[in-house]
């Protein structure tokens, strides 16, 4: 098994920034894509960012503002995000998986619990 543990969310006015943490742990062989996904209320999840071996993909209502990363050594996945709008409240989930084409169709086999992320004045 695998556990995904996400922090760093919180409440930021608007233009501001965070970042999110997502640290794996357990039975990590075979992953190789890690990334985030984030549900507003009343919305379906939808796909921000995933990183595997470099590459990098984004969805373009975060390009130019959000940037992943990861650490290998640490198994931790980064999302930094700058000049957040009020439209980037959501629940923000971390997910691991076997690439990047399962992670950007959120079928990658591990999911984080969600850490809130809250963009308001």
């Known amino acids: 098994q695998v556990q995904l543990v996400e922090s760093g969310g919180g409440l930021v006015q608007p233009g501001g920034s965070l970042r999110l943490s997502c640290a794996a742990s357990?039975?990590?062989?075979?992953?190789?894509?890690m990334g985030w996904h984030r549900q507003a209320p009343g919305k379906q999840r939808e796909f921000v960012a995933g990183?595997?071996?470099?590459?990098?993909k984004y969805a373009d209502s975060v390009k130019g503002r959000f940037t992943i990363s990861g650490d290998n050594a640490k198994n931790t996945v980064y999302l930094q995000m700058n000049s957040l709008k009020p439209d980037d409240t959501a629940v923000y989930y971390c997910?691991?998986?076997?690439?990047?084409?399962?992670?950007?169709?959120?079928?990658?086999?591990?999911w984080g619990q969600g850490t809130q992320v809250t963009v308001s004045s």
């Open positions: 997910n691991a998986g076997s690439s990047l084409g399962r992670i950007v169709v959120g079928t990658g086999n591990y």
């Open positions: 357990g039975s990590i062989f075979g992953i190789n894509a």
């Open positions: 990183i595997s071996n470099g590459s990098l």
